[in-house]
């Protein structure tokens, strides 16, 4: 069994914390959460091209994890010495927070989902770019029903999950799978430190859940796994977003940050001993021991060589998933209350083309740095 992190909300999840709220009100919590930083969450500063010091937030998750070992081993320091800049990589323990203070311009970068991307600082008018590719979610994410192991039985059933988060998302696309839409189920707004507990309570028979949960979830006598991430490989994709006015001011960032990710990448990919070592302490750093974090990686595809990641941008995917992703949030008000429509906000896409507005695109999807180190000129 893995352990829960209690004092954290996990990547991509619980956009709307307990309960349903407008885009606006998500960043009302950012004077305490500043406060608690020691910063205030106040906007960067005015002037860009005058800084040499950057500040990146990061949270707990198996595809981030990488940045918390990158940090304390110095490999980040590593890159950004060789720039002549300075990166600091904070940790933050709220998931959301950590993006609404990404949003505020209390950080030039932020670790985030493609889905949370759009639907918290691109709707909210921050112009980001997906700087980095890491992984997508290949498993990691599951519907889970109790005594029966098709899908179609979900008809009819109180579907407990984190409301309006990646979870939801997936649900929506596993009732499209097999002809169902949210209107033949009921959806139960559920915390994700308490999806675990409430699927083993009698009247829970389907949820919808993420690893380390979803693993636990599983091994529930006559629990199956109807559909997961793998049934939509590609879709839940673990991103590096920076702010666009900051990288196109400052591509050394953006080639520091690019480096010493695959760098990190290159460490624990390896089957030697130093491969086991950062592996491990990504592991204790996460809570868990090995075994659970690498059963966490075996359902997460990583690029971790460049070149995959460049396949990955430059391809149709992209495209494909953010279409679904932005008739999702539109659908659920997650664009906000000014949005006529999905093409409210623009995404850009890495051959230039452009989803929804083109007059303003507010995330830009980019293999410009990852290809520098496909080709080796970083």
């Not at 050394?252 to 990919?269: F, N, R």
């Not at 992209?318 to 992703?325: F, G, I, Q, R």
């Not at 906000?345 to 083109?358: F, H, K, N, R």
Request: charged fraction near 25%; charge should be negative; glycine fraction near 8%.
């Amino acid at each position: 069994m893995l352990p829960l992190l209690t004092q954290r909300q996990p990547r991509g999840r619980d956009p709307m914390s307990r309960e349903r709220r407008p885009l606006r009100q998500r960043l009302t919590h950012l004077c305490t959460a500043a406060a608690l930083l020691g910063t205030a969450a106040l906007p960067l500063a005015a002037t860009a091209d005058e800084r040499d010091s950057f500040r990146i937030a990061w949270s707990i998750y198996v595809g981030w994890m990488p940045w918390g070992y990158g940090e304390a081993e110095g490999i980040v320091d590593k890159w950004a010495d060789k720039y002549d800049i300075e990166i600091d990589v904070v940790q933050i323990n709220d998931y959301i927070e950590s993006i609404n203070l990404y949003t505020a311009g209390s950080f030039d970068g932020v670790t985030l989902t493609n889905m949370d991307a759009l639907t918290i600082p691109a709707a909210s008018g921050v112009d980001t770019t997906a700087l980095i590719a890491g992984d997508f979610s290949d498993g990691n994410d599951g519907v889970v029903l109790e005594g029966t192991d098709d899908l179609a039985d979900i008809e009819g059933q109180r579907v407990h999950l984190v409301e309006l988060s990646v979870s939801h998302y997936l649900l929506a696309r596993a009732l499209d799978s097999v002809g169902l839409s949210e209107r033949d189920v009921q959806v139960v707004n559920t915390a994700d430190a308490d999806i675990v507990g409430a699927f083993r309570s009698r009247d829970v028979q389907a949820a919808v859940a993420w690893n380390p949960q979803l693993g636990e979830i599983r091994r529930q006598d006559d629990a199956h796994v109807v559909f997961d991430s793998s049934d939509v490989p590609g879709e839940i994709i673990d991103l590096l977003g920076v702010r666009t006015e900051v990288l196109e001011e400052h591509p050394e960032l953006g080639k520091a940050l690019t480096g010493a990710w695959y760098e990190i990448m290159d460490v624990m990919s390896g089957d030697d001993a130093a491969g086991e070592a950062a592996r491990t302490a990504m592991a204790e750093a996460a809570g868990t021991d090995l075994a659970g974090y690498e059963e966490q990686l075996a359902s997460t595809t990583f690029f971790y060589d460049p070149a995959e990641a460049v396949d990955f941008v430059t391809s149709e995917q992209p495209a494909e998933t953010m279409e679904n992703v932005r008739q999702f949030a539109y659908q659920h008000g997650l664009l906000g209350e000014r949005a006529p429509s999905p093409d409210f906000v623009g995404i850009e896409l890495a051959d230039g083309s452009t989803l929804g507005d083109a007059n303003n695109v507010q995330l830009r999807f980019t293999d410009r740095f990852m290809r520098k180190a496909a080709e080796g000129e970083l």
